[in-house]
């Protein structure tokens, strides 16, 4: 099993950058999917962006493409989501999640119900 740590969130400013962490113990989490979520009260969950094991292949929701980018640190067990150009629809909490890809017969990143460990959250407000 994996656990899942997320850090990195606070108050910023519209067009500032925070800088989220997933720091993972128990297994390398390099076997593992790694997705970034997030969700507002009242809301469903919203995917943000992943990055698969293995090719490391990454993709991200529309509304977050050219702003945020995704990132393994092997060295620290880490997944790291660098978010730029912050935008005030941007608020929410923040979870990352992780699956391993590879033993599932089609991997569908956007959906929450494909992984099989998830984080506590992080909160991102940006206000002025």
């Known amino acids: 099993q994996v656990q899942l740590v997320e850090s990195g969130g606070g108050l910023v400013q519209p067009g500032g950058s925070l800088r989220l962490s997933c720091a993972a113990s128990?297994?390398?989490?390099?076997?593992?999917?790694v997705g970034w979520f997030r969700q507002i009260p009242g809301a469903e969950q919203e995917y943000v962006s992943s990055?698969?094991?293995?090719?490391?292949?990454?993709k991200y929701t529309d509304s977050v493409k050219g702003r945020f980018t995704i990132s393994r640190d092997n060295a620290k067990n880490t997944v790291v989501l660098q978010m730029n150009n912050l935008h005030p629809e941007d608020t929410a909490v923040y979870y990352c999640?992780?699956?391993?890809?590879?033993?599932?017969?089609?991997?569908?990143?956007?959906?929450?119900?494909?992984?099989?460990?998830w984080g506590q959250g992080t909160q991102v407000t940006v206000s002025s």
């Open positions: 990055i698969t094991s293995g090719d490391g292949t990454m």
């Open positions: 999640a992780a699956v391993i890809d590879t033993d599932l017969p089609y991997f569908r990143p956007h959906l929450p119900t494909q992984y099989d460990y």
């Open positions: 128990g297994s390398d989490l390099g076997r593992y999917a």
